[in-house]
């Protein structure tokens, strides 16, 4: 069984910043990706940062290029995000992705967490 577990979030005020942990756990035969993205209240869910695992290439929404930075460990299976200079834009529901190979039947997964908060607001 494959586990994904998010850690995370919180009130911060426009200009600080927070970090929004990631890890998968269990029988895994290989991780090919994992990134964060975000939902905010009446919007559709959006790629915040992803990191494929074979190319080590990253994805940035442009709306947070510059601000944002996704740190993997490879061993660890976690994927972190970084998130500076944060605005009341960036407020939403933000989730954690993988997608996974499980070490037992070998099956495709894609994963996703329960969603951490993030408010910023003064």
């Known amino acids: 069984q494959v586990q994904l577990v998010e850690s995370g979030g919180g009130l911060v005020q426009p200009g600080g910043s927070l970090r929004l942990s990631c890890v998968v756990s269990?029988?895994?035969?290989?991780?090919?990706?994992m990134g964060w993205y975000r939902q905010a209240p009446g919007k559709q869910r959006e790629l915040v940062a992803t990191?494929?695992?074979?190319?080590?290439?990253?994805d940035f929404a442009d709306s947070v290029k510059g601000r944002f930075a996704i740190t993997r460990d490879y061993t660890k299976n976690t994927a972190d995000l970084q998130m500076n200079n944060l605005k009341p834009e960036d407020t939403a529901v933000y989730y954690c992705n993988a997608r996974v190979v499980d070490g037992t039947a070998y099956q495709f997964h894609e994963l996703w967490g329960q969603g951490t908060l993030v408010t910023v607001s003064s």
């Open positions: 269990g029988s895994i035969f290989s991780v090919n990706a």
């Open positions: 990191v494929t695992t074979t190319t080590r290439k990253e």
